[in-house]
């Protein structure tokens, strides 16, 4: 199904236990600046892409805190679903949700509940990079800012010219009939984010946009420090 105005829908995906964090909750609930991780990437979503539907995957032993959370902080949740045992099983829970409603070229962004300082220009990059090419659809990246070296399977390690890899960022934005097809293969190690799923069933590789340093990703307790100062 096509329509001539596509809706966008963002997937928040937030089921991962956390585990390098170290706090007793997954990060995606502990509190920065007096709210919730997940409230304030929730909330910076809906200030950027107001038009946009959302979609929330959570863990089913987390709903009773996250409603809990909601109570407190006088906020309403968006609809949600219940993630799988990896991001692969969340995200495909989220999107076989939408296949009763999304048509084929609507635009799907998937993002990380731990990413609460979502770029207007990121977003923008990449509608206009989905909606401009027929693709496998657009993630953000930024450079590499130290050094890296590749491990190799007997432990020795070599540097590599940093310049030829770029960290990829959230959210990921796909047309909805390319993204529900890629989360009908079985799932592989490999895929380690949406683009990689993209890619393996496609054959072809996504599009980049300039991403932003400020997009972090919450993994240690620093980084909330780190987070609400740029807050």
């Known amino acids: 199904m096509q329509t001539e105005n596509p809706q966008e829908y963002i997937i928040i995906v937030a089921a991962g236990t956390g585990s390098r964090f170290g706090a007793s909750v ?10 919730p991780v997940l409230i304030h990437t929730l909330k910076r979503i ?9 979609l929330l995957v959570i863990s089913r032993e987390m709903e009773s805190l996250w409603l809990d959370l909601c109570r407190s902080h006088n ?15 969340s995200v495909k ?7 009763s409603r999304a048509a084929n070229n609507d635009i799907v962004y998937v993002h990380d509940a731990a990413r609460p300082l979502l770029c207007p220009h990121v977003v923008e990059r990449l509608r206009h990079s989905v909606a401009a090419d027929a693709g496998s659809g657009a993630v953000p990246v930024i450079a590499m800012a130290d050094s890296i070296r590749m491990l190799q399977p007997d432990g020795i390690s070599a540097a590599v010219d940093r310049n030829l890899y770029k ?12 993204i529900i097809r ?4 079985e799932f592989n190690d490999f895929f380690t984010d949406d683009a990689s799923v993209v890619e393996r069933y496609f ?15 919450i993994t240690n307790a620093r980084d909330l420090a780190v987070v609400s100062a740029l807050l």
Not at 75 to 89: L, V
Not at 168 to 178: E, L, N, S, Y
Request: hydrophobic residues 35%; proline residues 8%; aromatic residues 12%.
């Open 75 to 89: 906020f309403k949740s968006p609809e949600y679903t219940f993630g799988g045992s990896t991001r692969f099983h």
């Open 46 to 54: 809906s200030l950027i892409m107001p038009a946009a539907t959302q």
């Open 182 to 185: 890629a989360y009908s293969q």
């Open 167 to 178: 960290a990829v960022q959230t959210p990921q934005a796909f047309r909805f009939g390319r």
């Open 26 to 35: 997954p990060k995606q609930y502990c509190s920065l600046a007096g709210e």
């Open 93 to 99: 829970a989220a999107l076989d949700m939408l296949a």
């Open 203 to 217: 054959r072809r590789p996504v599009d980049i946009v300039e991403g932003s340093p400020d997009t972090l990703k």
